[in-house]
């Protein structure tokens, strides 16, 4: 063995070392569920979760609208119609202390009519969390809290955050509870739309055959009807009797039978796709039954873009909602909805006197713009192709 073999060489180049983040990083990548790559996704579209808090917000106002409300909403004095919005201030001296102004009120020499107006002079104190008119939270328990009261003992002392209407009811009140039955009218029909468009569409893409014959006949019976004179129709024919739960379970049935259609030709052709992979065949030669294939083996591999397309078909069942509440063909009187309280801004003469009666077409607006954000926001998070 010569000398030189035995001289130290140079030393072979060492591989750089990961970072200890990255490499836990794609640990955690390549271990996370569908569900959790989703959630990382749509964690990156601030909009998209923006306006998921703020739905759900108004979704915690569904479940308790008395907790919101400070008054009762059928409770009216046809003296108190059209009581301007009182502002409420938090702040009095440079301290938290709630107030809102005094309303006084003078009748109208030449048309009779209580007119009114805000009297900042006059300070009605606010109160957090007071006692009212006595509910149950949830349906389950006694309670009369409030989250926001009068703390006075005058019974000329009311808060009217959002004014009244032309009975003298407090539009913020049937606000908070025309909130819960619009929100919710949406959420029930997409829901019975996405059980009809999964049941159907996954028949007729998975069996094929007749059953796909008669399916696919009917969605194009149904996508060719004008949808408004169905809707009309369909509502007309409810009986004028009828209390408003009947009809509010009615106008959630007629919304629900039309809008299953296109979902159904989306998993139509998912199944069709999907019918010969590999994984559907083992289950067949396992002996899974075809009920069991199709609930748990092809629907979980795009639930997350039916969450989004339902997402997304919500808001057009809120505004189809309050659309034919509006024209006075889906829900009515005494029961309260969005489409309900515009009903009280029909004409010019009552936008001039109380334009706080179009308060209802902003939540419409901010819930539509909400859902379509966070639809958009699922969207992209489940699609893998989009990252």
């Known amino acids: 063995m010569t000398t030189e073999s035995l001289a130290p060489g140079p030393r072979p180049a060492e591989a750089p070392a990961h970072p200890v983040t990255s490499s836990a990083a794609e640990a955690r990548l390549s271990v996370a569920s569908n569900w959790t790559l989703v959630w990382w996704r749509f964690k990156k579209h601030r909009l998209a979760v923006f306006s998921g808090l703020l739905l759900l917000g108004l979704y915690v106002v569904v479940l308790v609208p008395d907790f919101f409300a400070t008054q009762d909403?059928?409770?009216?004095?046809?003296?108190?119609?059209?009581?301007?919005?009182?502002?409420?201030?938090?702040?009095?001296?440079?301290?938290?202390?709630?107030?809102?102004?005094?309303?006084?009120?003078?009748?109208?020499?030449?048309?009779?009519?209580?007119?009114?107006?805000?009297?900042?002079?006059?300070?009605?104190?606010?109160?957090?969390?007071?006692?009212?008119?006595p509910y149950k939270l949830l349906g389950l328990f006694e309670t009369d809290l409030h989250l926001l009261g009068v703390e006075s003992d005058d019974p000329a002392d009311r808060l009217y955050l959002l004014g009244s209407d032309r009975l003298g009811r407090d539009q913020w009140s049937r606000l908070m509870f025309g909130t819960r039955t619009s929100m919710t009218i949406g959420l029930i029909a997409v829901a019975l739309s996405v059980v009809l468009g999964v049941l159907l569409g996954g028949i007729s893409g998975y069996f094929g055959g007749v059953p796909d014959l008669i399916i696919q006949r009917l969605i194009e019976l149904l996508q060719s009807l004008p949808t408004i004179p169905i809707w009309l129709?369909?509502?007309?024919?409810?009986?004028?009797?009828?209390?408003?739960?009947?009809?509010?379970?009615?106008?959630?049935?007629?919304?629900?039978?039309?809008?299953?259609?296109?979902l159904a030709r989306e998993v139509r052709g998912r199944f069709l796709a999907l019918r010969e992979e590999d994984?559907?065949?083992?289950?067949?030669?396992?002996?899974?039954?075809?009920?069991?294939?199709?609930?748990?083996?092809?629907?979980?591999?795009?639930?997350?873009?039916?969450?989004?397309?339902?997402?997304?078909?919500?808001?057009?069942?809120?505004?189809?909602?309050?659309?034919?509440?509006?024209?006075?063909?889906?829900?009515?009187?005494?029961?309260?909805?969005?489409?309900?309280?515009?009903q009280e801004a029909q004409n010019i003469q009552t936008i001039a006197l109380a334009p706080w009666l179009l308060t209802p077409s902003i939540l419409v607006i901010i819930a539509v713009l909400a859902f379509n954000?966070?639809?958009?926001?699922?969207?992209?998070?489940?699609?893998?192709?989009?990252?």
């Open 73 to 133: 909403p059928e409770a009216g004095e046809a003296r108190l119609a059209f009581v301007p919005a009182q502002p409420l201030h938090l702040f009095r001296e440079g301290r938290f202390d709630p107030w809102a102004p005094a309303l006084t009120g003078q009748r109208n020499k030449v048309t009779l009519r209580m007119e009114w107006s805000v009297d900042e002079s006059r300070q009605v104190p606010v109160r957090f969390f007071a006692p009212g008119e």
């Open 233 to 262: 129709a369909l509502t007309a024919a409810l009986p004028p009797q009828w209390p408003p739960e009947q009809v509010f379970f009615a106008i959630t049935i007629i919304l629900s039978l039309i809008g299953w259609t296109t």
């Open 279 to 342: 994984f559907v065949l083992a289950a067949e030669l396992v002996g899974a039954s075809r009920l069991r294939i199709i609930t748990r083996h092809m629907v979980p591999t795009f639930m997350s873009h039916i969450i989004a397309t339902s997402t997304l078909a919500i808001p057009v069942m809120i505004i189809n909602e309050t659309s034919l509440s509006f024209l006075g063909l889906g829900l009515r009187p005494p029961a309260i909805s969005w489409g309900v309280l515009l």
């Open 373 to 387: 954000l966070v639809g958009d926001g699922l969207r992209d998070a489940a699609d893998p192709y989009s990252h």
